[in-house]
């Protein structure tokens, strides 16, 4: 089964400056990946996805940006942080339910939490 | 209108209690339906999953959905203190979006 990796856990960063956030999948190839981010006491809202090596689709304009240079690697940038960035980032992709790959199961990792001051 | 609608709770009951929650919906093209768990500060795990209607079991854990009523509920029996986490809604028609509801926080009393 896959598995996903995020870093870092957690995250303060000051206002204005730069973010990097890193998403590494195993245990399979070719996989679409997927950031979400959560705001408190809030559902998941989709930023980006990606079904392949350099292609990145946006889901909302907003103040970051998503790149996929390998094919099992997801990283979430932005070149200068606002408050509004504060929550915590999810990396997905997605994998095997019921025996069979299931191109709507959504398999979360264990995210990170920035918090932007 | 939220195309997912989902009672953010919280939700409190006793050890051994029926948990119920549930969401509506608006869309009629949604297909996959998810439940998932999601423990404080950390990423949901799938719990159930559900294709059209109809009803599924896994140990405790019963999903329903109801397509004609675009409405879908969760119940766990025999509820543990292990329960208490935030229980997030999922659905998808035939793309890759998901459309999540907003999460309901169960507490179970030990």
């Known amino acids: 089964s896959q598995t996903i990796h995020q870093w870092p856990a957690t995250l303060v960063q000051p206002v204005g400056s730069p973010l990097s956030l890193e998403c590494t999948v195993e245990g399979t190839s070719n996989p679409n990946l997927y950031w979400y981010r959560q705001a408190a006491g809030r559902g998941l809202q989709l930023l980006f996805y990606s079904v392949g090596i350099g292609q990145i689709s946006s889901e909302v304009p907003q103040n970051l940006s998503a790149s996929r240079p390998q094919d099992r690697q997801f990283i979430l940038s932005s070149k200068k942080l606002l408050l509004s960035d504060s929550g915590f980032y999810l990396c997905a992709t997605e994998g095997l339910a019921g025996g069979g790959l299931a191109k709507n199961i959504q398999y979360f990792g264990a995210g990170t939490r920035l918090s932007v001051l | 209108q939220k195309e997912v609608e989902q009672d953010p709770g919280p939700l409190s009951v006793p050890e051994g209690a029926i948990v119920s929650l549930n969401c509506t919906y608006s869309?009629?093209?949604?297909?996959?339906f998810m439940w998932y768990r999601q423990y404080s500060r950390k990423g949901p795990e799938l719990l159930m999953y559900?294709?059209?209607?109809g009803n599924k079991e896994d140990g405790r854990f019963t999903a329903q959905v109801d397509k004609s009523s675009k409405y879908i509920s969760l119940f766990i029996r025999d509820s543990q203190p292990s329960d208490s986490a935030t229980y997030l809604c999922a659905m998808s028609a035939s793309d890759y979006k998901l459309s999540f509801g907003a999460g309901t926080t169960v507490t179970v009393r030990a």
């Open positions: 869309n009629s093209a949604f297909q996959y």
């Open positions: 559900t294709y059209s209607s």
